[in-house]
């Protein structure tokens, strides 16, 4: 069974985030990935995004990113939470126990959607 925490740490893995931290933006991630469900809403389906604000944005993916900060797997590296950074040895966990969950396509879309990310924040 594949979790909606499942699809965002394999982008969160393509994001090149284990090696150097990066700024994290809400609005560019979020709506990033509201564009990217507009193209794949099969890949998407469980995520809904709440356009009423000055962004596109969905609680889910908040939670999400919350679960993974509890859980140690996203790490803020200042005070500030401004930079994020994945731990030590999730690049192997995504690669050995998740990734084997999606078929070649999409964590093929997953994986171009996590080098968006990663262009996009290092700019």
Known sequence: MIFPDDKIRVILKEMDLEEKPIRFDDEVFQSTLYESSKKYPQLFNEFRFSTTGTF????????VLTRAKISRVLKTVNPDYEFVQLSAGTKNYVDEKIKPKFRAEEYQILKEIGNELNTKLRR
């Open 56 to 63: 596109p944005y969905s609680d889910l993916i908040e939670r």
